[in-house]
């Protein structure tokens, strides 16, 4: 299932947030959706360039929502500061994992954190020096993979992920414990990702969106294929609720908090999949809290 983060149609007339430093080429392929097995390289191959495309059009579309330097956990628009899973940040190190633009390590960073961005995508990372300039708060970021974090042991009090990475990799168990490697001991682990029972349901925001229809215990990723090259073009991944508390388990984590945000009653906004005729019936996002104590 497209979360619907990333289009069919691709937009023709991308904003340009760097005018003439560079421009990419926003028209994708033609797609078709199925569900087939890829590996955490073809993951990779797929959707860093797709999240490259798409930035534009993401940031334009989502960025006033998410605030340049908000930091909000999902479509249902609950924010860290009514949340606070991550614990007081101020004087910590802080990695964000999938950080898109970085509005959310640029909030912790107003609250007195040390955030550090990292994402696939070099365009959605150009966005973060757009934002950077545009407000004063810096985030320093890198590109690289949620699978190989190019940080030593031991580096951060609290990684976090809000949408980010997690659901793109194939490799999850080994993305976690790249999570528990840079973490110090006790550090915190806070991430969202679509709430995995939506994984039942069509991807779609209207009544029809409200009739199961696919297996929760299919793990098969839900995958675009280019329909002229045949080369898969993006990947979604899914885990059950189950597979995510082994999955933390296993990298020595303790599970503390499985928080299922309600659909605000005067929330109307739609993002892809999620709006308030489904939110009002069924959980679009989990977000997950944990703290390694077993490394
Ligand atoms: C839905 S966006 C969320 C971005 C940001 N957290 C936000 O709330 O706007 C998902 C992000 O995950 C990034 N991503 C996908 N696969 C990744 C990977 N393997 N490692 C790191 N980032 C990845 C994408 O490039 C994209 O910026």
């Not at 990419?24 to 191959?45: F, K, L, M, N, W």
């Not at 990695?95 to 007195?112: D, F, H, I, P, Y």
């Not at 080369?231 to 296993?250: K, P, Q």
Request: proline letters at 6%.
């Amino acid at each position: 299932m497209n979360q619907a983060l990333s289009p069919v149609v691709r937009p023709e007339a991308p904003i340009d947030p760097f005018g003439a430093i560079e421009t990419i080429d926003t028209t994708g392929p033609v797609v078709r959706a199925e569900r087939r097995s890829v590996s955490e390289a073809d993951s990779r191959r797929a959707n860093g360039p797709d999240w490259d495309r798409y930035a534009d059009e993401y940031q334009a579309t989502h960025g006033p929502f998410l605030g340049e330097a908000g930091f909000v956990w999902g479509p249902e628009g609950l924010t860290e500061a009514d949340l606070g899973i991550l614990g007081d940040v101020s004087g910590k190190d802080v990695l964000e994992l999938g950080s898109g633009a970085c509005q959310c390590s640029r909030w912790v960073n107003t609250r007195g954190g040390r955030a550090i961005g990292m994402d696939l995508s070099g365009r959605q990372l150009q966005h973060s020096r757009r934002l950077d300039e545009q407000t004063g708060v810096v985030v320093p970021a890198v590109q690289a993979t949620a699978t190989d974090l190019p940080f030593a042991a031991d580096s951060f009090d609290v990684v976090f992920c809000s949408f980010g990475a997690l659901q793109f990799v194939s490799d999850i168990a080994h993305a976690v414990a790249e999570t528990a490697r840079v973490l110090r001991p006790g550090g915190r682990f806070a991430f969202s990702i679509t709430h995995p029972t939506r994984w039942m349901f069509p991807d779609d925001p209207g009544p029809e969106g409200l009739i199961a229809a696919q297996s929760y215990w299919d793990r098969t990723p839900y995958v675009e294929v280019d329909d002229e090259t045949g080369e898969v073009s993006y990947v979604e991944h899914h885990r059950t609720l189950g597979d995510w508390v082994a999955i933390l388990a296993g990298a020595g984590f303790r599970i503390t908090d499985l928080v299922e945000p309600e659909w605000p009653e005067d929330h109307e906004r739609i993002w892809g999949g999620w709006s308030r005729t489904r939110g009002l019936l069924t959980p679009g996002t989990a977000i997950f809290g944990a703290d390694l104590t077993n490394r």
